[in-house]
Nanobody, 129 residues
Framework: VQLQAFGGGLVQAGGSLRLSCAASGFNLEWHSIGWFRQAPGKEREGVSCMRFKDGALYDTDSNKGRFTMSRNEAKNTVYLQMNDLTPEDTAVYYC???????????????????????WGKGTQVTVSS
């Protein structure tokens, strides 16, 4: 069971990045899956969470409508398209999954109390001013 996030990098303010998260060893169909981020000195926060089966989405205020989470069922992969990036978006971005697909939005609404079971290694996103 593995989640692999990639696509991070260094970008200037106003730029865009697309993160990908591929799952291997299990099928995401009956899982919740989400993107989270943690900036230096800050707590981890939810960015966007999804019920993979039907693509239902919960976006948090942290992305302010600039980020779009999507999925490719055939590839067992999710994406996070990030536009209009600012230095405040600098963080390590993680994807995570959990078999509790009925709680899919709560993992982002309350990431302290609802913690996903499977976590991938993060990918660094750095936005320069």
């Amino acid at each position: 069971v593995q989640l692999q996030a990639f696509g991070g990098g260094l970008v200037q303010a106003g730029g865009s990045l697309r993160l990908s998260c591929a799952a291997s060893g299990f099928n995401l169909e009956w899982h919740s899956i989400g993107w989270f981020r943690q900036a230096p000195g800050k707590e981890r926060e939810g960015v966007s969470c999804m019920r993979f089966k039907d693509g239902a989405l919960y976006d948090t205020d942290s992305n302010k409508g600039r980020f779009t989470m999507s999925r490719n069922e055939a590839k067992n992969t999710v994406y996070l398209q990030m536009n209009d990036l600012t230095p405040e978006d600098t963080a390590v971005y993680y994807c995570a999954a959990d078999q509790r697909n009925t709680a899919w939005s709560w993992f982002c609404r309350n990431p302290k109390d609802y913690v996903m079971n499977f976590w991938g290694k993060g990918t660094q996103v750095t936005v320069s001013s």
